[in-house]
């Protein structure tokens, strides 16, 4: 039996990539003077299959999640600012709320799975699986079914878009980059040392404790972790699987995703993993300051259009950069050709 999260994106049309070079090379610059500028439009012509590539209608996701690792001592925070931090979200002081305000973009936060109930809030749906995923060291982090919930959770938040043309997911989760460097690891087959990181900005030893505690995860799961779904579910969580949903989904729809960091890349990577049709709608943000996130991102084939040094989440990363995915189809829609402005062309 066929799932939904595995039906096919549409493909790129390799007839508008070529015809968005032609119109790169025919605008008054040097050939490829505008470099990853140019790489984008190109990519979003061949997706949405025009020379007038579009990201103007941004809708941008934080999903809440909480992780049973965490009892492992994995993190410098507690369990409950997963809570306190959607609160932040709710009234507009977490930096994700301050950039998507900046942007004039549709905005909303989803509580997939944080382990205390939260009241109703504004701009923040109750979509709760569970409270809290299980320790991944113990036994496997959700069930199949609760990962499917989960994933569903993202799809639904798609089709409730309404009319967008770029898709910005974020995550907030006391653990969830733990959970993080034990996907990269199950999907690079890299060291746990060389994927885990300080997150929230943990110790030296507690960053020791986190690799030891990665490696333990990947030793109990290593071994059946035949596909996609089987990694996710055994050590992904609740809005980690919501965003591979989200990102799953959107490419089917036809809306390009713009990925934030190191968590976001890794519930990225699953998505792929999970459904490889979905990669050509994917463009990544920045590399973050986690070590793992450019050793993932290398792993993926994918430049990320940033390197600021963050390493925050919530989708912020992702939020600088859709000006930038904005400019570059400006430039290619609005330049001048050389014909046009009555330039002269250089022979190269």
Request: glycine share 8%; charged share 20%.
């Amino acid at each position: 039996m066929s799932h939904w999260y595995e039906e096919s994106a549409p493909e790129a049309d390799e007839e508008f990539r070529a015809s968005a070079q032609a119109r790169q090379a025919s605008l008054t610059k040097p050939i490829g003077a505008l470099g990853r500028l140019e790489d984008v439009a190109i990519q979003l012509s061949s997706i949405q299959r025009t020379l007038e590539p579009h990201v103007n209608k941004a809708l941008i996701a934080v999903f809440a999640g909480d992780h049973g690792v965490t009892t492992e001592d994995v993190s410098a925070y507690p369990q409950s600012v997963t809570s306190e931090m959607v609160r932040n979200f709710a009234k507009g002081g977490a930096a994700i709320s301050v950039l998507a305000k900046a942007l004039g973009a549709d905005f909303k936060v989803i509580n997939v799975g944080t382990v205390y109930a939260l009241e109703d809030l504004p701009n923040v749906l109750d979509m709760r699986v569970g409270a809290g995923t299980q320790n991944m060291c113990v036994t496997e982090a959700m069930t199949m079914e609760q990962c499917e919930e989960a994933m569903a959770v993202g799809r639904d938040i798609i089709d409730q878009a309404g009319d967008i043309d770029i898709f910005i997911g974020g995550e907030m989760g006391i653990g969830n980059s733990t959970s993080a460097a034990a996907l990269a690891v199950a999907h690079t087959r890299l060291s746990a040392t060389a994927m885990v990181g300080r997150g929230t900005g943990i110790s030296d030893q507690m960053l020791a404790k986190k690799s030891a505690v990665v490696t333990r995860a990947m030793s109990r799961h290593l071994p059946h972790m035949k596909n996609g779904m089987e990694v996710l579910r055994r050590i992904g969580g609740y809005e980690i699987s919501a965003l591979a949903g989200a990102y799953i989904h959107a490419a089917q729809k036809g809306i390009a995703v713009l990925v934030d960091g190191y968590i976001c890349t890794a519930a990225a990577m699953s998505a792929v993993r999970i459904n490889p049709s979905i990669r050509p709608w994917l463009f990544f943000s920045h590399c973050s300051a986690e070590p793992g996130h450019s050793r993932l991102l290398n792993k993926m084939e994918a430049e990320p259009l940033l390197q600021l040094d963050m390493r925050l989440g919530e989708g912020s990363g992702a939020a600088l950069a859709l000006p930038i995915m904005q400019a570059a189809c400006r430039l290619q829609i609005e330049m001048a050709s050389f014909e046009q402005a009555g330039v002269s062309r250089g022979n190269n």
